[in-house]
């Protein structure tokens, strides 16, 4: 259910005009990219000391109205009023130094600095408030703030561990942390949670509970429906740059929010059928690597979906890498239509009918300076190829095709991958793979960051897929996409399975008991 926000009822809504009730008012706000106008005439009110929800579907203009508000755009037309001032943002520094901050959908850690470093780039506590000494970053303080701030979030990672070494969802709940450690009045949280698991998820909204109370306001963007109602207490929707409603969260229900974000009803966000299973495709016995998982067994066979769930660091990803030949196996074997699977690297995995969707688009699944044709066809070249040239008539056949298939929202083939939002992005990625002569396809969170339109698409185009005998692996932190798209669920807890379930056994309960140690 909804949750309402203020029992005055007129008091509650964000179009209501009265002078001091906002702490930010953007309005009539326009931004133009080469060929595409992002933003046309858009309008956001947000209440202090509340959660505001901004929707709209991949491409609507969230992400680049909240960069915009952040100091990363400027605006083309508007005006910004933030705390009571015109607000006229030149950088991001600008935009922290008035209490504004950010974490972003696509993550930009500093690599190569520890999750103190990263936490706290660019304001470092020093050895001495002035002198010499002032020039000399206070580690040891530095250390112990983190861990302070870690602890306070219930994070047992440690300061000094380098970005690098942690996971995609591990690096998202750092900068996490660090949005929260500025102090800010307005923060700005663009899919927090599109990598983290259900346990993580209630750590955030304890701590967004927590700055509500202390009059943080909280803009919100999610593509997950159980969230929205779980926090929001305003919601504001967009579609295609342009404001579409608003109004207090208790005026809104799910089948309200979807019409408004697509322009269209959404009849089952999860399209699962029910289709014939047929051999052991993917076999994997006693695999293991070392320091990360050990004794790893579970099947996938044709036409079936197998969702592999778990908390963060309990191993699903590695065993994908591993898989895929990202990584070496350690121990084990990993069979592939009853034939022992030699990959040593992807390019052998792809040449053995091996896919695989990776949770980090930028880093391992596109080539950002490139364009959208080139992506999609970039692990198929051989279909396009006649001798020593790529065809580019049947490149931009085959782009168009996905294009359409996959609603990617782009002015033409030929733009820049960089350019879109993340998640037609991660349409892009999918796309490159669809056209492969596939046998196992592995989603490594297949939908993150994906509007709730272009999930059960997504979510349409797996059940084609397995219908037509493909074996599908898929990691996912989302509980209900794992409940309601998988066949059988195979539940992790710290490297190792610890059960699995039948699609009548699972349930969210049952997957968490699994997923934390215990039994079904």
């Not at 561990?161 to 709940?173: F, G, H, K, N, Y």
């Not at 019409?259 to 051999?279: A, H, L, N, Y």
């Not at 056949?397 to 993340?422: C, F, H, W, Y």
Request: hydrophobic content about 45%; overall charge negative.
């Amino acid at each position: 259910m909804p949750t309402a926000i203020n029992s005055a009822k007129d008091d509650a809504r964000p179009d209501a005009s009265a002078s001091g009730r906002f702490v930010l008012e953007m309005t009539d706000i326009t931004k133009s990219f080469p060929g595409v106008l992002a933003l046309d005439g858009m309008n956001l009110k947000v209440r202090p000391g509340s959660v505001h929800v901004l929707v709209g579907e991949n491409g609507a203009g969230k992400s680049t109205l909240m960069k915009i508000l952040s100091g990363v755009y400027t605006i083309d037309g508007g005006e910004i009023i933030f705390a009571g001032e015109t607000l006229s943002v030149q950088d991001t520094g600008a935009a922290l130094a008035r209490g504004i901050s950010m974490i972003h959908q696509e993550l930009s850690p500093v690599l190569d600095m520890t999750i103190a470093e990263n936490i706290f780039l660019g304001r470092e506590p020093t050895m001495a408030a002035t002198g010499v000494l002032s020039k000399f970053v206070n580690f040891q303080k530095m250390n112990a703030d983190t861990r302070s701030l870690l602890d306070r979030l219930g994070l047992s990672f440690d300061p000094e561990t380098r970005m690098r070494d942690l996971s995609i969802a591990a690096m998202q709940l750092i900068e996490i942390v660090k949005a929260i450690s500025r102090q800010a009045s307005l923060v700005i949280m663009d899919e927090p949670t599109s990598a983290i698991s259900d346990t993580e998820v209630a750590m955030l909204f304890r701590q967004i509970a927590d700055l509500k109370a202390n009059g943080v306001a909280i803009i919100y963007i999610t593509h997950k429906m159980d969230e929205i109602f779980q926090i929001a207490d305003d919601i504001t929707v967009m579609r295609d740059g342009q404001f579409v409603a608003a109004g207090p969260a208790s005026e809104y229900d799910a089948g309200k929010v979807i019409s408004q974000m697509v322009g269209r009803t959404i009849s089952s966000i999860f399209p699962k059928e029910v289709v014939p299973i047929g051999d052991v495709v993917l076999s994997v016995e006693g695999i293991g690597r070392d320091g990360v998982f050990q004794d790893v067994y579970f099947d996938v066979r044709a036409g079936e979906i197998v969702g592999l769930a778990g908390l963060i660091g309990a191993g699903r990803t590695e065993v994908a890498r591993v898989i895929f030949g990202l990584d070496r196996l350690d121990e084990g074997s990993i069979w592939l239509n009853g034939v022992q699977l030699q990959a040593s690297s992807p390019s052998d995995a792809i040449k053995q009918g091996i896919a695989m969707v990776s949770e980090d688009r930028k880093a391992e699944g596109l080539v950002l300076c490139r364009s959208v044709a080139e992506n999609i066809s970039l692990a198929n070249l051989r279909k396009f190829a006649s001798g020593l040239f790529i065809s580019e008539r049947q490149e931009e056949s085959a782009a168009q095709r996905m294009i359409k298939m996959l609603r990617i929202k782009t002015p033409d083939s030929a733009m820049t991958v960089e350019n879109l939002s993340g998640g037609n992005q991660q349409k892009i990625v999918l796309a490159k793979w669809l056209l492969g002569d596939l046998k196992l396809l592995i989603l490594d969170e297949p939908t993150r960051g994906i509007d709730v339109g272009s999930k059960s698409e997504i979510h349409r185009l797996m059940t084609d897929f397995a219908r037509q005998g493909l074996a599908i692996l898929m990691i996912s932190s989302e509980l209900p996409e794992v409940l309601g798209m998988s066949d059988r669920v195979v539940v992790m807890s710290q490297g190792r399975v610890t059960g699995e379930l039948t699609r009548s056994e699972a349930s969210q309960e049952s997957i968490m008991r699994l997923a934390t140690g215990g039994h079904a």
